[in-house]
């Protein structure tokens, strides 16, 4: 009698197929990101705090982009004007240009081993802080320090930690060969 | 022979395609954006949002608060009595002040009957807790709680137990947000309290010191002064302290001189706010006549309203 196996902890290799995410996964990891952005953190904290939702929408988008897409990054990106009380529309049209340019690189991206992934995906990651940037520039923003440019670079290391824990689920729980 | 079908089967069906959805969101975020900076007309929609995320608003503040449980269960006893006896010595301090404010007070509204001055009617006051702040590195804001007795109202000002600390800017159905002073975008009407100038403190931004703006370069305006509410906008009750002036430049080249000063409040720090009530509404400003306005503009024609 074969015990159930726990599927490996390490990234899936690339001919590596794996099952669909449930959207209920998806939903809740997007609620975690939206919860971890929200927490009220101040100082050197805060200047280190990458974007998590920006992040786990920019993973959803190259995984799985029937469930995210331009449109669901757009509303999140809504919930976080109100979170952040900042004016409405600005996250909203960062996100959804971070969805977009995800849809654009997606079959590409995951060609590649996770540190090079996390190099494309900081790119995507510093473009999407500097959206926001320029809204609030345009709206009459002082320039931040150049601190505002660590926490999208944070975000790009957590790249190959997200990539493994959330295609966990997904793994197949048996290999292939011992059909 | 069947045809190919002109169109691909159902199934592969996926919406308009991602630039297009790009596009349209795209727009509709600006225009979102035009609209909120312009207009005041999506508070409704905000609102909304906010007590969607209310309660998640509320389970972030839950690590903070287990955190700080954690950390005071841990405080020795000594630093608690020490702490106590702080406070005894500090309110021991004020009470003198505090007895001698009710004879005071009471001088002062004979004295005001006496002159026929409308009486400034006590000012009342809220107890409200910070729940979080300052996400955003690019605006001052907070968020407090609904106070004690019932919620805050908007335009009201926000102080702690040294200074001024803001003005309440939006009110949620469960939290409101406060504007400090030290946001770019905000302005406290004071004055010097040695010598009586008025002026208006700009906030600045992060980091940033909030400044004392068009000030004559001879203004009468020293390294270390206080500043307090002038209390001439109607918002802020005045005589409340706000910030010490730490620096002082003064060019003969410039037309201003450059006026720095230190919040005294613990702007960033505080953890319990006091909101006072909005003050009555100020009589409306007078109309100019009309023929005085089109003296001092001839030839501009008809006198225009602003």
Known sequence: MALPRVPPLYPAQPEEILRPARPWFVALTLALGLYANLLPLEGATLALRPDFLALLLLYWCIKEPRYVGVGVAWFVGLLMDVGDATLLGQHALAYAVLAYAAEYFRRRVLRFPLWQQAAQVAVLLVLCAALVLLVRVVGGAPLPRWTYAVAPLVGALLWPVISVVLQWPQRPTRSPSEL | ?306
Do not use: C, W
């Open chain 2, 1 to 306: 022979m069947g045809h190919l079908p002109a169109e691909p089967p159902p199934f592969f069906h996926r919406g308009p395609s991602p630039l297009a959805r790009l596009a349209f969101f795209g727009l509709v975020s600006l225009a979102l954006l035009f609209a909120d900076t312009r207009y005041r007309t999506l508070e409704t929609l905000r609102e909304g949002a906010a007590i969607a995320l209310f309660p998640l608003q509320q389970a972030a503040r839950v690590p903070g608060m287990v955190l700080g449980r954690i950390a005071a269960s841990f405080a020795s006893v000594s630093a608690l009595a020490e702490e106590n006896a702080k406070l005894r010595q500090q309110l021991a301090a004020q009470a003198a002040n505090a007895q001698g404010l009710a004879s005071e007070r009471l001088e002062n509204a004979r004295l005001r009957a006496l002159l026929g001055i409308q009486g400034d009617d006590g000012v009342d006051a809220t107890v409200v807790e910070v729940l979080f702040a300052g996400r955003d590195p690019f605006s001052q804001k907070l968020f407090v709680g609904r106070g004690s007795e019932g919620p805050v109202q908007l335009g009201a000002a926000v102080i702690d137990a040294d200074g001024v600390v803001g003005q309440v800017t939006r009110v949620h159905p469960h939290l409101a947000e406060v504007t400090l002073i030290t946001d770019k975008d905000h302005a406290v009407p004071v004055q010097v309290e040695r010598s009586g100038v008025r002026s208006v403190l700009f906030g600045a931004g992060t980091g940033r010191l909030p400044q004392l703006r068009f000030m004559a370069p001879n203004a009468d305006v020293e390294v270390g002064d206080t500043l307090v509410t002038s209390g001439i906008d109607g918002t802020y009750p005045p005589g409340l302290a706000v910030a010490r002036v730490v620096a002082l430049e003064r060019d003969a080249g410039q037309v201003f001189a450059r006026i720095s000063a230190r919040p005294l409040a613990g702007v960033d720090r505080s953890r319990h706010l006091l909101v006072l009530s909005v003050p009555v509404a100020l009589p409306p400003r007078p109309e100019e006549p009309a023929d005085a306005e089109a003296a001092r503009k001839p030839g501009s024609g008809k006198a225009r309203r602003p």
